[in-house]
Every structure is written in structure tokens, then in C-alpha cells.
């Protein structure tokens, strides 16, 4: 059991009369007064000191501590006293497996939470200073949405520090805390038009990249990474296994988003594209290490290439070859609806208008959750009004044709 030690007054015994006084210690009035005495869990003998005329103070303490280990709720005051980016270190090395990911986080904290929190020890880390950064980010003009990844981001971290038993609990988590939500953005695909026109516009080598996008729906890195030899001929599926992505500043060949495979049926129409393409630009063998810069190198037959047979990645297609192809269309380019993703909102709309279902839908884009692609596609979804009532009418037979009624 702890106790709490007076530094300043000690009890003596008279030897003679066995009374006992108390009487001043060499440290009385100097330094702090009472020092709370108490063994941990792993049976280390921790302390705290508190100045004079908090006795009640020091007596809660030891409360609290004893209390907490009865209850298995013991943390190390100490263990918050390390800095935040300690923990944030830690928790990036769990975080993922994913080079590429763990980059994109990394410097999500360099650029916007490092700053801030980058002196701040854990303990100090309370409601009033999320408050403070949430106000900040506002000043800065971020938008809702980048807020509330950073947001689920620093929660995260501080999680992980409550799991390592650091603090004991989240500040986020506070009713005075108000987390940050995401927009809501509501897609709207581009005519069909559109997308013919920009494929006209695109260099000869680069055509491919609309039948792929609007016709198979693939990202803009599994459409780098595509190889003909993915192709399925017997089945008419294109097997989706690699995307090329930047680690580090280098190009490297790794498994789609998620890390998860899948399978997307080709049509006839853009298997012709593609083989009247190859007629023309047969396909390049590329070398590329593969999950990170220092993995293996795997050599892919690349349908989409450089004239000097070099490999693009997804910032550099974007500056020389996609947006300069909205210019020579006669294109107005919007960042956050005429990126190459806009081809794949194409693709869902086109598959929904003809009766695909969610499932099978979120299983050809590559959504490991049907409800996401639901949520994000449900307004795309035809109208059941006119089927509904066609059924009630199978049961009441109306006297006048659905024409007339339109009449």
C-alpha cells in the first residue's frame, strides 16, 4: 500500500517515555512538501511530490493510483509526458503495409499536424487544444473534407496512444470537440460525348485510356500497369492485378488499391480498340521493382508507354498527355471532375442505367463494400416509379393503356 510522506516533519520516539513528537526536517520549507509513495503494477516503486498546502491534493493522488491498479485502469503518470510525434511514429509503423499509403500519411503529418502538435507532449493534449486546431485549419481555409481525414488521422494516433496505455482517454473523443465531416460531393458523369471527344484529342499512343477507363472501369494506375497479357480472351475479362504507382519518387508496379485483385469484363468493342492499337504500337516490356522501390523487379508488357519505351506515372500522364488533351478538344478542365476517375463515374453510369446490379458493380470498380458504391452512385440509379406501377397494374387491370393515361 502507498503513503503519502510529510519531507518536512518527521516523527521521532523519546527512547525513555516511547513519546512521539514531530519535529522539522532538514528540508523543511525548502522544495516541494508532501511525496506520494506507491508501487506500480510491475512492482516498481514510483513517486510524485506536491507543494505545501496541497495534502488533500497528494492524498487523491494516491487514491487514484491504488484505485486504478485495483481496477486493471493503471497508467504511468510519466507515460504521457512523451512527445507527440513519438507516438505518431510508433502508430505509422502499424498503420499499414503499404509503402505508398504509409508515404501519403506521412506527409499528411509533416504538412499539417506535425506543426502543431510537434512540441506537445501527449498529457498536454487536451479538448481545448483539438478546439484550437480545428480553428486553425479553418483560418488556413482547408476544406471540409481534407479536415476531417487529418481529423480521423490525429484521433487515430491518439488512440493508439489510450491502447499503450499513455492517456486515458481521447481528447477527440469529447462532447466539445466537434469532428469535422466530409462533404457530401454528388457525382455527375460526363456525356458520352465528352469522353469520345477526349479520346480523339489524346496522342495516338495514349488512346487506349478512355475504352479502358469508360469501357472496364479502371483507375488511373491500373491502366499504366495494363498489359494485354491480362486479358481473358475465352472468358472476355480483363484480370485487374497491378497498378503502377510513385514510392518515394520512383516508379514502382504493385497490386490495385486495397491490395485486392478482381476481375472486369471487356467488350467486344474495346477488345478491338485494343487490338487495333496494338497493330500499330505493339507493347513495351517494362521492368519495375514491385510493392516498393527496393522490392523485386517483375517485367509487364505495357500497352501504354513513352516513345522511348519509359513507363508513365500518374502526375506526369496528367500534366503531358491528359490535360493537354482537354485544351486540344476544345475542353474546359475542372480538377475535381475532369480527373481520369471521371471515367470510371462514366463506366458505373452506363452499367446502372442498364440494369447491373450494386454488387456486381462495387466487384467490377474494385469496392470492398457494395454499400459504398451504393452511396455513391444511388442518385445515378434508373427510377423504380414507372416498374412499380407496371406491376400494380398486372393486378389491377387499368381500363386505359398506359398511352392513353399519358394522353
Not at 510529510?6 to 523519546?14: G, H, M, S, T, Y
Not at 505508398?100 to 506535425?114: D, E, F, H, P
Not at 493508439?160 to 481521447?170: E, L, P, T
Not at 513513352?306 to 493537354?324: Q, S
Amino acid at each position: 500500500m502507498g503513503h503519502v510522506q510529510d519531507r518536512w516533519w518527521k516523527e521521532v520516539q523519546d527512547q525513555e517515555t516511547k513519546e512521539v513528537t514531530r519535529v522539522k526536517t532538514s528540508l523543511h520549507g525548502n522544495g516541494l512538501r508532501y511525496k506520494v509513495r506507491y508501487i506500480d503494477p510491475d512492482g516498481v516503486e514510483r513517486s510524485k511530490s506536491f507543494p505545501d498546502r496541497q495534502k488533500k491534493k497528494a492524498d487523491d493522488f494516491l487514491i487514484e493510483m491504488e484505485s486504478d491498479k485495483r481496477e486493471g485502469k493503471y497508467i504511468d503518470p510519466n507515460a504521457g509526458k512523451i512527445l507527440f510525434p513519438v507516438q505518431a511514429e510508433s502508430w505509422l509503423k502499424g498503420y499499414s503495409n503499404d509503402a505508398a499509403t504509409r508515404q501519403t500519411v506521412k506527409s499528411r503529418l509533416n504538412s499539417q499536424i506535425y506543426p502543431f502538435f510537434r512540441k506537445r507532449s501527449l498529457v498536454a493534449i487536451n479538448p481545448q487544444v483539438i478546439r484550437d486546431w480545428l480553428g486553425e485549419m479553418n483560418e488556413q481555409g482547408l476544406s471540409q473534407t481534407y479536415q476531417a481525414v487529418l481529423f480521423e488521422t490525429l484521433s487515430s494516433i491518439l488512440n493508439s496512444a489510450v491502447d499503450d496505455k499513455r492517456i486515458h482517454r481521447n481528447p477527440c473523443n469529447a462532447k466539445s470537440v466537434k469532428r469535422p465531416k466530409r462533404a457530401p460531393r454528388k457525382v455527375i458523369p460526363w456525356a458520352e460525348s465528352r469522353a469520345k471527344s477526349l479520346q480523339l484529342a489524346l496522342p495516338p499512343r495514349c488512346k487506349p485510356v478512355v475504352p479502358l477507363g469508360v469501357g472496364c472501369g479502371m483507375r488511373q494506375g491500373e491502366i499504366l500497369g495494363f498489359s494485354p497479357d491480362d486479358i481473358d480472351r475465352d472468358e472476355m475479362m480483363i484480370n485487374v492485378c497491378r497498378q503502377i504507382r510513385v514510392i518515394n519518387r520512383q516508379l514502382v508496379f504493385s497490386l490495385p488499391k486495397r491490395g485486392k485483385e478482381r476481375q472486369t469484363p471487356i467488350a467486344t468493342g474495346v477488345l478491338e480498340q485494343i487490338d487495333d492499337h496494338l497493330e500499330v504500337f505493339p507493347t513495351v516490356p517494362v521492368t519495375l521493382p514491385w510493392g516498393d522501390p527496393s522490392g523485386p523487379l517483375v517485367t509487364v508488357n505495357l500497352l501504354i508507354a513513352k516513345e522511348n519505351g519509359d513507363p508513365y506515372g500518374g502526375d506526369l500522364f496528367n500534366k503531358v498527355m491528359w490535360m493537354p488533351a482537354f485544351k486540344r478538344a476544345g475542353l474546359t478542365y475542372t480538377s475535381w471532375q475532369d480527373g481520369m476517375h471521371a471515367m470510371r463515374h462514366l463506366f458505373a453510369s452506363i452499367l446502372l442505367a442498364l440494369g447491373v446490379s450494386v454488387k456486381e458493380l462495387a466487384e467490377f470498380l474494385g469496392h470492398a463494400d457494395p454499400g459504398f458504391t451504393l452511396r455513391t452512385y444511388t442518385h445515378l440509379l434508373p427510377s423504380s416509379h414507372q416498374r412499380a406501377r407496371a406491376a400494380v397494374d398486372g393486378v389491377f387491370k387499368p381500363r386505359k393503356t398506359p398511352s392513353a393515361q399519358t394522353a
